[in-house]
């Protein structure tokens, strides 16, 4: 059934239950679905572009000269039989993928038969990853929303990372296309770069009103998204360079977001565009645009546009046609009609799906729910057995939709969308990808590209068919999908294959065809096989672990283990925990580790070709789950996420994944207490001589119990002296002392007193000004592009100059960091509504050196200083335990050194620092002495031709403290005993006292490991009936506990099992045709073994039933 312009209606639309603003992030929500007539006026519009990838300009990447004009590339996509264009294969669509996980996956992607990897948005986004900790609902659609033209983002990783998995794919044949917002930036307009933070960059501040009117449509705002002022020759041209990179770190084509919410060529609205022409001359191979079809949208234009633009063709999605596959697969009805219908463009010219993410993310008319992995096969083998563009299949987010259910048959999800949160962005997807079906299928088209298509139903509208032919049995083959409950015979039905037999890829099965006419040959139940002379034998079989890296927020970090056609799986953690797994198993590592700490987990199997299988991953122990270190923040959920929360009785500030602790990073415990560490601090004191130039160091909290909130807020004293920053990094301005505090949540207090010498260097780089009288303050925001600047808007505060400095100048100064010393701009502002140069206006140029703002204008003067030579007087030592110019130290222990130049103006401070043996006491350049030996040794710091010494005295370690007692627990234990089932596991530990133990490594053994097995971290496992002592040991000392081993325990039978469901009434049931109910089977008893229900039919032409009733 096709959908009329009455029934089209808009993804924005879809979402309008949720806030505006939430669904307002995604590129292509607003474009109708709905398919109306249309015939193209303008076919010769795309005319105006230049087929450019053969003849690319000066330094821009060929992709296609550097991957089919390649021999290494060519061996490769050959060995793997992948089609040569593109356009010819099928891509795999990496969902929300990181650029990790999708590198992992690229031998087995080749495998599989994908052409193509489609990757998501790479450039920079609006940063919300802790709205749910990687969550996919509130979260997936950021990657629409760019913030800036450069790659990187935390969804899919890093530019390094980008380039190392094109790297990768390249050496398997494999090319890459990339997901291209082009169309606009974020809805925010506040977070977005600096350099592109000028409103005449976008177009007007007004949203779209009507889709068909091309003006507005390509003019204004997008589900009120800022629009692109695609008529800008500064926007054209950093969109064309961001595309020309792209390609040159190993990108081989583009999918166009919202394509066609930017105007063709001939289309001009107040100002010439050029930026088709202009962006689509970029290298790539293969191009082609999300072009949703409407009643006025030119999608042959658009086709054209994107075919000329690249030497191996492109074109645009065939929205109508993946609708008319839905229509027939979601409704159980696989008529070729469905699959057949291209009508606004020429098929080799489309890209076709049987669902986008768009349709699957928004819910389209139900299709998470309802359509299950089982007719995505069916709409699979439909769409890409036979000649027509580019297959696109959308890879689900892992047991997402379909069988897995999201609120139930009819609605749209359980309030999430429809996301079951299985999975975290980033991870690799639904297994449905590298079904032996579907992988089938991708086998199938690439091996028969240039033949010719017939699609048509084998004897029902439960049997597609789709033949390839070119005269000969070596050539010719042919993918049958049998929806039917019951073997499908194919015998008798009409063909096109050459006489011969042919054999299905997936069963072995064969088919034998003489004189049109299939003679012989059958498919399974609800089964797809592809029959054909070229198969393939291919097997993947894959053990991971997800999330494949990060870190562990809160007190633990789940790990979702997965298997897919392995055997003998296995893992081992890093902190003791290992044993077998299913796809799908959950651990929780990180319970006992540190801040800091890092844990591996390591999975291992066996695959399908009896092929080991090992991956290792790793993971860093943060802390707290809601608070960032690297800026000192705490759930930083924007104002529209707020709303929606809020409105839905949510509290933002604790809104986290509910399963890895609650915001204060642990489970709800008080801090009892808190200490600072960090460089040179000891007995809570440091001292530091900045004459050398160091002037910072790193202090770090630790809050008690490990379990609460890690987060602190950190002060000073005296800023003038030494200032802190947020994560508690210290900037040592001047000589002077300053006390430097931490404060827990529930306000329990460390303190460090910071003891500051000498002088620091003086700055070459540094801007002085005069602060306007209506100011309260001033700050410069100096940047040099939108990622580099000296800190976020409004930048950084001046300091005041008391009086006069040493360069005879007054006011207010700020020493600019090198990096920021050639070829940057400088705003001065008050830190609220006033700046100079004024809003949207670029910056003061500055280009290095010392120069003077006068308060107002926008120039900067140079300022000349002049110093006289001061001569150094003397040096004094001193530091944690230096009394009368002596030190003594423990063997491996170290201390701190600060030396004290006299005067404080002297011109060479510089001080270098000496031992007179390094074998008994080293010296670092900034003053840190470690205890290498027993002995003595002199230590000296001299600056300017002066010096002064301390004695260190080192003696031997301390002596060996011994383990007292071992003490085992773990699940069961009692009394020292421990009672377990034949084939139970349980995981013991062991405490060894005192705490200070100097050997604390634990060793356990069995006294019958064929009764009790016991690995080294005290996983012990029940192996037969009898008892076993298990005992740990340390130091010399031991505990054991005693392992009574039992038979298990005897099956139950059932005794009847009981068919329930809506209208089942005496064991009867009445259904209209075309109507479905879901049924349940009660079995009992309730403890009965074997309670696995199979549901079967005696009739399934009459009433099929699911595996699930």
Known sequence: MRASRSRGISRFDMLSTKIVAMV?????????????????????????????????SSGTRDSYADTVGNATFEAARQKYGLAKDMKDGATLHAFEWSFKTIEENIPDIAKAGYTSIQTEPIVKIKDNRKLGTGNWYLNWYYVYQPTDMAIGNYVVGSE???????????????????????????????????KWRNKNYFHEDKQISDYNNREDCTQHKLSGLWDLNTQDDTVTQGMAD???????????????????????????????????????????????????????????????????????????????????????????????????????????????????HDNFANGEANIPQELSDEWIKYGWAGVTAQKNGMSLFFDRPYKDGGTYGT??????????????????????????????????????????????????????????????????????????????????????????????????????????????????????????A????????????????????????GTSKKITLRAYQATNTTYTTSDGQSGSYSDGDVIKIGANAKKGDVLTVTVKGTGADGQ???????????????????????????KYCVAYMQKNGYNPDTYIDSEETDYEGGSGVDATGVSISGDG???????????????????????????????????????????????????????????????????????????????????????YAAKPSNWSKIYAYVYVDGSTNNAKWPGVEMTAISGTDTCGQSGYYYDVPDNLASNAKVIFNDGGSQQVPGANQAGISYNGGTVRWSGSGTTLDAVTCQSVDVPVSSVAISGSGVSNGALSLVKGKSAQLSATVSPSNATSRTVTWSSSDASVASVTGTGNVTAVKAGMATVTATAGGKSASITVTVTDSQTTVPVTSVAISGSGVSGGKLSLEKGKSVQLSASVSPSDATNKTVTWSSSDASVAAVTGTGYVVAVKAGTATVTASAGGKSSSVKVAVTDQQTDVAVSSVVVSGSGVSGGALSLVKGKSVQLSAAVNPSNATSRTVTWSSSDASVASVTGTG
């Open 24 to 56: 307002a992030s995604v590129a292509s929500l607003a474009a109708f679905a709905g398919v109306g007539t249309y015939t193209a006026t303008s076919a010769n519009a795309a005319s105006t572009v230049t087929s450019t990838a053969s003849t690319t």
């Open 242 to 356: 961001l595309l020309k990179q792209t390609v040159a770190d190993g990108a081989d084509g583009f999918r166009y977001d919202a394509a066609k919410h930017i105007e063709l060529p001939d289309e001009v609205f107040g100002k010439q565009s050029n930026y088709w022409n202009t962006i689509l001359k970029n290298g790539a191979q293969y191009q082609y645009g999300e072009v949703l079809e409407d009643a006025n949208v030119r999608e042959a234009d658009y086709a054209n546009l994107f075919w000329n633009s690249s030497v191996a063709g492109g074109g645009i999605t065939d929205s109508s046609y993946g609708h008319e596959v839905r229509n027939g697969v979601q409704h159980g009805n696989l008529s070729a009609s469905h699959f057949t219908q291209h009508n606004k463009v020429s098929e080799d010219k489309t890209v076709n799906w049987v669902e986008s």
């Open 160 to 194: 390094a990372e980008f380039k190392s998995m094109c790297k990768k794919a390249h050496e398997y044949g494999l090319r890459v296309i990339v997901d291209s917002v082009s169309n606009h930036f974020t809805s925010d307009f506040d977070v977005i770069a600096d």
């Open 681 to 767: 601090v000891s007995n809570g004191k440091v001292s530091r001589d900045i004459s050398s130039g160091d002037t910072s160091l790193m202090l770090k909290a630790t809050v008690t119990p490990s379990d609460a909130s890690q987060r602190v807020t950190w002060s000073s004293s005296d800023d003038s002296v030494a200032a802190v920053s947020s994560e508690g990094k210290v900037s040592l301005k001047k000589a002077g002392t300053a006390t430097i505090t931490a404060t827990t949540s529930n306000g329990k207090t460390a303190t460090v007193t910071i003891t500051v010498t000498g002088e620091a260097p003086k700055a070459t780089n540094v801007v």
């Open 407 to 528: 609120g139930g048959k009819g609605t749209y999800g359980n309030g999430s969308g429809p996301f079951t949160e299985n999975s975290k962005l980033g991870d690799a997807g639904s297994d449905l990808w590298k079904d032996p079906e579907v992988v089938a299928v991708n086998h199938f088209r690439n091996s028969m590209i240039g033949e010719n298509s017939n699609v048509s139903n084998c004897g029902d509208d439960l049997c597609l068919m789709v033949e390839r032919y070119a005269g000969s049995s070596a050539q010719d083959g042919v993918v049958v999908a049998n929806a039917n409950g019951s073997v499908k015979n194919l015998a008798g039905t009409s063909t096109k294959l050459a006489n011969g037999t042919y054999t299905d890829e997936v069963t072995g099965s064969t088919i034998t065809v003489s004189g049109g006419t299939i003679t012989s040959g059958s498919v399974n139940a609800k089964a797809i």
């Open 612 to 638: 080991a299988i090992t991956h290792t991953y790793s993971y860093t122990k943060q802390g707290d789950p809601t608070y960032d270190p690297s800026d000192g923040t705490q759930s930083p959920c924007d």
């Open 530 to 553: 592809a029959f054909s002379n070229k198969t393939r034998s291919e097997k993947i079989s894959t053990a991971e672990a997800y999330p494949n890296k990060g870190t562990i927020p």
